[in-house]
């Protein structure tokens, strides 16, 4: 349950600001950062606990690589996809969550 809270609470404004805000130059090296730690986190998922998140490792890691290295232009279109993702994390996370608090008191 504390996955989805962070995806919610923490994640998806980290991916709204970054969709919606012109980005100063110092924050790119800290999106480039999460990318890797994004990466490795759900690698190392995969190989050890054979759970398989390959959304993150072939979509969400490669988007913020991507913008963490090439420091596209504000109106570039990677930033749209990405305001898609805040969206699409909200809705995935928030019904999880409460499907998990529905369910589990039932």
Known sequence: MNIHLLH???????????SLFKIPNYIFKY???LGIV?????????????KFKLFH?????P????IGYY?????D???????????AMI????????HNIFYINN
């Not at 994004?38 to 054979?50: D, P, S």
């Not at 988007?63 to 991507?66: G, H, K, P």
């Open 77 to 87: 279109e990677i930033y749209k996809f990405t305001l898609m993702l805040a969206f």
């Open 8 to 18: 919610i609470f923490i994640l998806a404004p980290i991916f709204f600001y970054i």
């Open 71 to 75: 420091k596209p232009k504000y109106n």
């Open 63 to 66: 988007i913020l690589l991507y």
């Open 38 to 50: 994004t990466f490795l986190y759900h690698l190392y998922i995969n190989i050890i606990y054979k």
């Open 31 to 33: 999106i480039l950062l």
């Open 91 to 98: 809705g995935y996370h928030s019904y999880k969550l409460l």
């Open 57 to 61: 490792i072939l979509v969400v890691a």
